[in-house]
Each structure stands twice: as C-alpha cells, then as structure tokens.
T-cell receptor, first 116, second 116 residues
Framework: AQKVTQAQTEISVVEKEDVTLDCVYE???????LFWYKQPPSGELVFLIR??????QNEISGRYSWNFQKSTSSFNFTITASQVVDSAVYFC?????????????FGGGTRLMVKP | DGGITQSPKYLFRKEGQNVTLSCEQN?????MYWYRQDPGQGLRLIYY???????QKGDIAEGYSVSREKKESFPLTVTSAQKNPTAFYLC???????????????FGDGTRLSIL
C-alpha cells in the first residue's frame, strides 16, 4: 500500500528566508507520480507540480524548486526568498500508475507561515 | 472560465437532517472526487466516480451518498448516519481516459459544513 509522510506539521520563517518542505513516500510500484498542492487560507487546493518516477531531474519554476530522489523516496519542495503570500498549507501526494480512478494518496500537509 | 464550482460555501445541518453539497465542473473531466478535510489534517477520500452512472467508495464512505447522473455534476449527500459531519469538504475532477492517467486533480473552493 502507498503512503506519504510530511513530517513537518508547521514551519515558521521570516520573509526572504529559504525554506524546504519534506515529503517521503512509500510505494511498491516502479511507475508512479508525485504531486505538490498549495492550500491558501481561502481553502481551495492549487496544483503546483506533477513528476513521474522516471524523471529524476530537479525542476525549478521561479522561486519554487523540487528535488526528487528515488534513492531516499523523497520529493522535497524548496521556496527561495519566501514571501508572505507563500503562507499556506502544502500537500504532497502520490498516485500509482494504473490505479483505479486516478486516486491520490495525500500526506498530512505542512503549514508554512511566512512572517514579514 | 473553466473550473469547479462548489455550493454552498457554508452549510449548517440540524440533527437527523440530510444535506446535499453541490459540485459542478465545466472542464469536461471524466473523473470526479469528494474529500473530507478535518482541521489540521490531510484529505481523506469519500467517494469517486470515473464515468457517469458509476461511482466507488473511498476510505470513509460510511454516512455519505453520491450520484453521477451527468458528467458535469457529482453531488454529495451527508446523511443523518454520519455522526460527525463537521468538516471542510472538497470536490475535485481530473481527466481519466486511455493515455491520460495520473493527471492532476483540480479542486473547487470547498464547502464548510457545521452542526447546529
């Protein structure tokens, strides 16, 4: 069975600091997909990134970057030069290939608070 | 604009009452999902549907019911059998057809349900 663990329940930083959110996953499949979502205070989940298990290249999108390491089953998310608008709950999720219904297994989330 | 619309934003339930949460999408997505989120916790899957007139139970289906009569609509009924319905409910949709598996789920703004 699959599992996603986000060990950091809350992180507090001061604006302009860099911050890394950890995500560790478990799966028996060799092909799987990993996702990150952002949940701002308004409540909706915003999709940030999808990565398949065969693509271990790091990805950068503006101030966001993702580090995928199969050897440690981790898919960590770094925000560079954090801003107050980054304050939100961030979820990591896993989807095994061919699972019925495209279902996602979510981690418990990490609440990030960026103080001015 | 394409998206997912959930209504109402806030809902109050009396003892012994069934209430229905609406979810409509105009993304032409085949699959739709309902999640429950409790304070400080991750998302748990209630029900999902891959095609019209078919749906499957998720991890916490007891006390809930759904229907999928139209591709665009996936209403969730919280029945009186659900003894602890106070939570934030999120609806999502995704593409689901050969060649488009494991696509990201897109979420609505959520409905916050409370007991009177």
């Amino acid at each position: 069975a699959q599992k996603v663990t986000q060990a950091q329940t809350e992180i507090s930083v001061v604006e302009k600091e860099d911050v890394t959110l950890d995500c560790v996953y478990e799966t028996r499949d060799t092909t799987y997909y990993l996702f990150w979502y952002k949940q701002p205070p308004s409540g909706e989940l915003v999709f940030l990134i999808r990565r398949n298990s065969f693509d271990e290249q790091n990805e950068i999108s503006g101030r966001y970057s993702w580090n995928f390491q199969k050897s440690t089953s981790s898919f960590n998310f770094t925000i560079t030069a954090s801003q107050v608008v980054d304050s939100a709950v961030y979820f990591c999720a896993l989807s095994e290939e061919y699972n019925a219904g495209n279902m996602l297994t979510f981690g418990g989330g990490t609440r990030l608070m960026v103080k001015p | 604009d394409g998206g997912i619309t959930q209504s109402p934003k806030y809902l109050f339930r009396k003892e012994g009452q069934n209430v229905t949460l609406s979810c409509e999408q105009n993304l032409n997505h085949d699959a739709m999902y309902w999640y429950r989120q409790d304070p400080g916790q991750g998302l748990r899957l209630i029900y999902y549907s891959q095609i019209v007139n078919d749906f499957q139970k998720g991890d916490i289906a007891e006390g809930y019911s759904v229907s999928r009569e139209k591709k665009e609509s996936f209403p969730l009924t919280v029945t009186s059998a659900q003894k602890n319905p106070t939570a934030f409910y999120l609806c999502a949709s995704s593409s689901y057809s050969p060649g488009t598996y494991n696509q990201p789920q897109h979420f609505g703004d959520g409905t916050r349900l409370s007991i009177l």
